[in-house]
């Protein structure tokens, strides 16, 4: 069974940081982009960042409202996506979940959907 | 970024109605479009991808269609399990977006 379980979530203070993991199994996960989105609470869902796999060097894409204080790593040989959060604002306050991007060709290049989704964990920035 | 506006926001309904909800992009994203349900606590489940394409052991009665910058998600047939919100979401542009959500209330 494909899965996806987020950790790392908790209470920071502004200005603070955390890193939150995403450990999948079920699936080749060297073979997969993934992608962090989160949902403040009683709001829409916001993409936040993307990294492509190995192949396709492990290249990154983030969300203006993160770039600069936000990096997506990950690790082939765990199995495990990050997204480290710095200088973290109040405005960060979300559930944040990651999913595994499946790709398709089309038009010349590559386009990326999120197929399989974690069940959240929640970050919390409060003072 | 590539705006993503859907509408209504609210839509009452009752079981067997056939229900639509509009997603408009702000410029073309061609086919590259996703939904989703999303029920309360839980996470977004994939419903369509490249607009039109049903997810693996997703219900028939859920279809979408649009192409370009107008797309529609249709429930042929409402079912209990169906209430829940609806997100079109984007993926032409590296910066992906969704929209607001429509969420599909009893009637």
């Keep these: ?127 | 970024d590539i705006q993503m506006t859907q509408s209504p926001s609210t839509l009452s309904a009752s079981v067997g109605d056939r229900v639509t909800i509009t997603c408009r992009a702000s410029q073309s994203v061609s086919s590259w479009l996703a939904w989703y349900q999303q029920k309360p606590g839980k996470a977004p489940k994939l419903l369509i991808y490249k607009a039109s394409s049903l997810e693996g052991g997703v219900p028939s009665r859920f279809s979408g269609s649009g192409s370009g910058t107008e797309f529609t998600l249709t429930i042929s047939s409402l079912q209990a399990d169906d209430f829940a919100t609806y997100y079109c979401q984007q993926y032409y542009s590296y910066s992906r977006t969704f929209g607001q959500g429509t969420k599909v209330e009893i009637k």
């Design chain 1, 1 to 127: 069974e494909v899965q996806l379980v987020e950790s790392g979530g908790g209470l920071v203070q502004p200005g603070r940081s955390l890193r939150l993991s995403c450990t999948a199994s079920g699936f080749t996960f060297g073979d997969y982009a993934m992608s962090w989105v989160r949902q403040a609470p009683g709001k829409g869902l916001e993409w936040v960042s993307f990294i492509r796999s190995k192949p396709y060097g492990e290249t990154a894409e983030y969300a203006a409202s993160v770039r600069g204080r936000f990096t997506i790593s990950r690790d082939d040989s765990k199995s495990i996506a990050y997204l480290q959060m710095n200088s973290l604002k109040t405005e960060d306050t979300a559930v944040y979940y990651c999913s595994r991007d499946v790709k398709i060709y089309g038009d010349y290049k590559y386009y990326y959907y999120m197929d399989v989704w974690g069940k959240g964990t929640t970050v919390t920035v409060s003072s």
